[in-house]
């Protein structure tokens, strides 16, 4: 009697149950990592296209105050600058570009903070009067999340140092009043809202960014450092 050899099966068994197991939580520990990871990086891309159209604004914002008040007193025998409206959290500036001695349209400029009902927080806007010193003004916003705006007078340029959104004390010993100005200081800071919810994967905690810069008013090489005349 002929016998034919069997053949076990042993070697094409399939995966245990415990080996799919682990298998499957090693899969869903990958993907988990991997879903951390790429929330990590919209919400770091969202901060960032956030924070870059945030300082773009703020910047262009601080060009265009200091080129105004740089302008300022065109026309003038003063220093330009309307001292029952400024202090140091505004500061609003006078220039006759025209020559017809009587105040038109964009010669009465203020720059100041106001709240922004469509964002929940400050905005940095430009206020213009209108023609003869009207009551009515027209404004326009500038840079949305600026928290602060501090503008600092010197009767002289200065070195100066920075503190939180402002000079630093010792520079701060130098500043006069807006009457004897010559020299402005503009400090500007924007706050960055977070990104996420705390204790979520990719959660980015708000920012703040701080920005400087500063002005001689143009009839500063004519005026006195103190009693300057009236407009």
Same mark, same amino acid.
């Given at each position: 009697?002929?016998?034919?050899?069997?053949?076990?099966?042993?070697?094409?068994?399939?995966?245990?149950?415990?080996?799919?197991?682990?298998?499957?939580?090693?899969?869903?520990?990958?993907?988990?990592?991997?879903?951390?990871?790429?929330?990590?990086?919209?919400?770091?891309?969202?901060?960032?296209?956030?924070?870059?159209?945030?300082?773009?604004?703020?910047q262009?914002?601080?060009?265009l105050?200091?080129?105004?008040?740089?302008?300022a007193?065109?026309?003038?025998?003063?220093?330009?600058?309307?001292?029952?409206?400024?202090?140091? #959290?505004?500061? &609003?500036?006078?220039? /006759?570009?025209?020559?017809?001695?009587?105040? +038109? $349209?964009?010669?009465?400029?203020?720059? =100041?903070?106001?709240?922004?009902?469509?964002?929940?927080?400050?905005?940095?806007?430009r206020?213009?009067?209108?023609?003869?010193?009207?009551?009515?003004?027209?404004?326009?916003?500038?840079?949305?999340?600026?928290?602060?705006?501090?503008?600092?007078?010197?009767?002289?340029?200065? #070195?100066y140092? &920075?503190?939180?959104? /402002?000079?630093?004390?010792?520079?701060?010993? +130098? $500043?006069?009043?807006?009457?004897?100005? =010559?020299?402005?200081?503009?400090?500007?800071c924007?706050?960055?809202?977070e990104?996420?919810?705390?204790?979520?994967?990719?959660?980015?905690?708000?920012?703040?960014?701080?920005?400087?810069?500063?002005?001689?008013?143009?009839?500063?090489?004519?005026?006195?450092?103190?009693?300057?005349?009236?407009?």
């Amino acid at each position: 009697m002929k016998q034919t050899a069997q053949h076990g099966r042993a070697g094409e068994a399939g995966f245990s149950l415990i080996e799919l197991m682990v298998a499957m939580g090693v899969t869903l520990i990958i993907m988990a990592l991997a879903s951390t990871l790429v929330s990590q990086c919209f919400n770091i891309q969202r901060r960032e296209n956030t924070r870059s159209v945030a300082l773009a604004d703020a910047q262009s914002a601080l060009n265009l105050i200091t080129r105004e008040i740089t302008n300022a007193g065109y026309g003038l025998q003063s220093n330009g600058i309307y001292t029952a409206e400024s202090d140091d #959290d505004a500061i &609003t500036v006078l220039a /006759d570009y025209n020559l017809n001695d009587s105040w +038109d $349209a964009d010669e009465i400029v203020s720059f =100041q903070l106001r709240a922004n009902p469509n964002t929940g927080t400050d905005s940095l806007v430009r206020l213009a009067s209108g023609a003869a010193g009207a009551a009515a003004t027209t404004g326009t916003v500038l840079a949305s999340s600026v928290d602060r705006f501090r503008v600092r007078y010197f009767s002289g340029r200065v #070195d100066y140092d &920075t503190a939180d959104c /402002d000079l630093d004390d010792a520079t701060l010993g +130098d $500043a006069v009043t807006a009457d004897k100005a =010559q020299y402005v200081v503009l400090v500007l800071c924007a706050t960055l809202p977070e990104v996420g919810t705390p204790g979520t994967a990719g959660y980015q905690p708000p920012s703040r960014v701080q920005l400087v810069s500063d002005a001689t008013l143009r009839n500063s090489l004519t005026l006195p450092s103190s009693g300057l005349p009236k407009y």
